[in-house]
């Protein structure tokens, strides 16, 4: 039997009169008794569009007269929370069968069924009160019918199934096969699609749609997508229009297939070393794949390994040696080149790879003025390398850029730099070393989060950490975490009862500080 759930909320509000405390079965028997259509709602706690439609259209007197005239309305919880009642909780399963069975992926949905029970109408996304009137007159045209992908996708599986290939369909099933997480299904079309197209002359294999899918799945060198990648490079970046594309999946499938399992290996030899068995994973790319995607490859493990254990002058130095040797499109990898950018700011403390940062990220401006993070980004990158002036300069139009909505607000970093002061502190940006920078820290104050642990590492709560120079005090959550007002140089005193007591120094790294208490008096 299926049962939906309905949210329970305030009915004042809303012109459309919601039912509540009927399962689906009955409904569809209220239905049909009635000769009336059923309206359902399907929303979740978190959707802000769900809310809009609540204040906005709902409440509205013409659609509150027409959905009540010709449809009986409820509302469909579709996530679980902590908060459900009882009747939400017991309708969970139920839930999940409809949302499987519709492929809902977006809310707000709405589903109209007929007298008859069968779904005639659907559409997703807030509508005005005049669009959700024009929905609920559609959906009661006579002969208006829906056609359920789910069913014509599980119609073409069973005769695929039986042997048959309607390759022109095979787009469609493997989009629906990832969408209902019919992985083996998937995998198997995926791989005939793939022989189909390899009878196909190079310059008509592809298409946006097919390689946006491919682009979410990952293939082992002896597959005939893999070789795509590799050999129709060319083609493939300029239908997608985006130089690079296609040795970006090739080297996501190298990273899933080789390079994750020996991260997870090198972690299990060694819990806490910096260092990884280099030669060996040069060794089993090269002998996979050849030494061209090799090398390239085995730079972005390299600075991903660093990135992982927290060396961030590591990480900077081998994403800027691939940078350099592979000269990326600018525009096409213009939010790579940024990440690079912005954790070489936070982190890395070496003025050559900051300034070869700073460089990259001029290009990168250049190539995408809208986007004022990016300014935003090589403002700070000159800024930590003592650019002082051209920062300001860069930062300001970053601030004259900045729309309602957009990006972010750097005007407080701009007034941070025309102070001279430090930027970004509350991000745990590192300053150690970089006294070249001229930034002063005289009078400056900022926020430091502290952590406690036991010696078996375990967080600590209920830890007292006291700044002795201005005497506040903070206790640390379940998490062993806290958070307290410093200026450099600051002591921190952390105390437990029945443990020894820990001194910490604020220095220029922003980042958490860590304290493990241990028994003593």
């Known amino acids: 039997m299926l049962c939906l759930s309905f949210v329970a909320q305030a009915q004042t509000e809303s012109a459309i009169h ?38 906005e259209t709902y409440p509205d007197k013409a659609v509150g007269d027409f959905f009540n005239d010709k449809f009986i309305s409820v509302k469909v919880q579709f996530d679980q ?17 409809i949302s499987k069975q519709y492929i809902l992926d977006r809310y707000p949905t709405y589903l109209v069924f007929s007298p008859q029970g069968e779904v005639v109408h659907m559409a997703t996304g807030f509508k005005t009160p005049a669009q959700f009137l024009e929905f609920g007159k559609e959906a009661i045209q006579p002969g208006k019918t ?26 469609f099933m493997q989009q629906m096969a990832d969408k209902l997480q019919d992985n083996d299904i998937r995998k198997k079309i995926t791989r005939d699609h793939a022989d189909y197209l390899a009878t196909l002359p190079r310059e008509k294999r592809y298409t946006v749609e097919i390689l946006r899918l491919w682009q979410n799945h ?14 129709d490079a060319d083609i493939i970046d300029k239908v997608m229009d985006f130089p690079g594309f296609a040795r970006s999946s090739l080297d996501d499938s190298v990273h899933f297939i080789k390079v994750d399992p020996f991260f997870e290996e090198q972690t299990k030899l060694n819990p806490n070393g910096t260092e990884a068995d280099w030669p060996k994973l ?50 096409s990898w213009c939010n790579p080149i940024n990440a690079t950018g912005w954790h070489a700011f936070l982190g890395c403390t070496d003025q050559k790879s900051l300034k070869e940062c700073a460089q990259w990220m001029e290009k990168v401006v250049a190539a995408n003025p809208e986007r004022t993070d990016f300014m935003d980004t ?12 051209k920062a300001i300069e860069a930062e300001t139009q970053a601030v004259a850029r900045t729309v309602p909505g957009g990006f972010g607000d750097f005007a407080p970093t701009l007034e941070l730099m025309k102070k001279n002061q430090p930027i970004y502190a509350d991000y745990g940006t590192n300053w150690e070393g970089t006294e070249s920078s001229g930034v002063n820290w005289d009078g400056f104050v900022f926020e430091r989060a502290v952590f406690v642990k036991t010696e078996d590492k375990k967080p600590f709560a209920g830890v007292t950490v006291t700044n002795k120079r201005t005497n506040e005090s903070k206790t640390t959550t379940e998490k062993g975490k806290t958070t307290i007002n410093v200026m450099l140089g600051d002591v921190l005193v952390v105390t437990n009862a029945g443990f020894a007591s820990q001194e910490l120094k604020v220095g220029k790294n922003c980042r958490g500080m860590l304290a493990v208490l241990k028994p003593g008096n």
């Open 218 to 231: 990952r293939f082992n060198p002896k597959h005939p997508i893999f070789g795509f990648y590799r050999d």
């Open 282 to 331: 040069e060794k089993t790319l090269t002998e996979t794949y050849g030494d061209k995607i090799a090398q390239r490859n085995l730079l972005n493990a390299r600075g991903e390994w660093c990135a992982m254990h927290g060396d961030s002058n590591g990480a900077a130095k081998y994403s800027l040696i691939w940078l350099n040797q592979y000269q990326p499109d600018v525009k």
């Open 18 to 55: 919601w039912t509540t405390g009927l399962g689906f079965k009955q409904l569809m028997e209220k239905a049909k008794q009635e000769n009336k259509y059923v309206f359902m709602d399907c929303e979740t706690t978190w959707c802000v569009f769900c809310k809009k439609m609540d204040a």
């Open 146 to 171: 829906y056609d359920n992908p789910v069913a014509k996708y599980n119609k073409l599986i069973e005769g695929y199934k039986a042997g048959e290939r309607k390759y022109d369909q095979f787009l």
């Open 378 to 389: 090589y403002a700070s990158l000159l800024y930590k390398t003592g650019q002082r002036e």
């Open 81 to 97: 929370t902590d908060k459900d009642s009882a009747e939400v909780k017991s309708w969970y399963e139920d839930a999940k069968s």
